[in-house]
């Protein structure tokens, strides 16, 4: 899988927008990125993911940029609970059995009031 | 919305003593996790679970820790004899077929 770089923290006013940056320069054509967090002593949580075009869900949206470089995810109006480290991980399109998601870092996203 | 459960949610045990943590993935999953985070570290991998076997295992998971599926739901891990390093928190994960795994709130062992 391909490596990625997160800055280790941010910070956002609650009810901003939050905008999480990822690397991953050397991605391949069959990854996909994948974005989960990890609320404090909780274990970690699916976000979202994608391929090439931008994803929306309930929770976030993902930008990946054209040349799937690097991508953004977003979390519209940040909250007080949003407060969590963010993973961003480069997994084939398919591993099968063998596919084991590695944790970085991540970025440690604190939401103020 | 389906989810991962673990048991327990924190235990303590004495250093040398065997530990069972326990999981129920969710129902149609197909492929079984185990990852450790030691408190203020990284989320480690430790085995992967798939067919009734382990596919793949981290340096972690050495002799001292086993894994068993021992009927169609039920999930766990064991430790046969615990040190003080192994104080962490353990979080089961499951997937389908598909892309997506899903994460257990954990069980926090502590060793003393």
């Known amino acids: 899988d391909a490596k990625t770089t997160q800055p280790p923290s941010m910070d956002c006013a609650e009810g901003r927008a939050a905008n999480l940056p990822c690397n991953h320069s050397?991605?391949?054509?069959?990854?996909?990125v994948y974005w989960y967090r990890q609320i404090h002593s909780q274990g970690p949580q699916y976000i979202i993911h994608?391929?090439?075009n931008n994803e929306t869900n309930e929770m976030a949206s993902l930008i990946i940029t054209e040349d799937r470089k690097s991508s953004t995810l977003i979390l519209p109006h940040a909250t007080l609970r949003d407060t969590a480290v963010y993973y961003c991980i480069v997994r084939l399109l398919w591993a099968g059995g063998s596919y084991i998601p590695t944790f970085g870092r991540g970025t440690s996203l604190i939401v103020h009031p | 919305e389906p989810e991962v459960t673990q048991t327990p949610s924190h235990q303590v045990t004495q250093m040398g003593q065997e530990v069972i943590l326990r999981c129920v993935p969710i129902s149609n999953h197909l492929y079984f996790y185990w990852y450790r985070q030691i408190l203020g570290q990284k989320v480690e991998f430790l085995v992967s679970f798939y067919n009734n076997e382990i596919s793949e295992k981290s340096e972690i998971f050495d002799d001292q820790f086993s894994v068993e599926r021992p009927d169609g739901s039920n999930f766990t891990l064991k430790i046969r004899s615990t040190k003080l390093e192994d104080s962490a928190m353990y979080f089961c994960?499951?997937?389908?077929?598909?892309?997506?795994?899903?994460f257990g709130e954990g069980s926090w062992l502590t060793v003393v």
């Open positions: 994960a499951s997937r389908s077929d598909g892309n997506t795994i899903y």
């Open positions: 050397t991605i391949s054509g069959n990854e996909y």
């Open positions: 994608g391929l090439k």
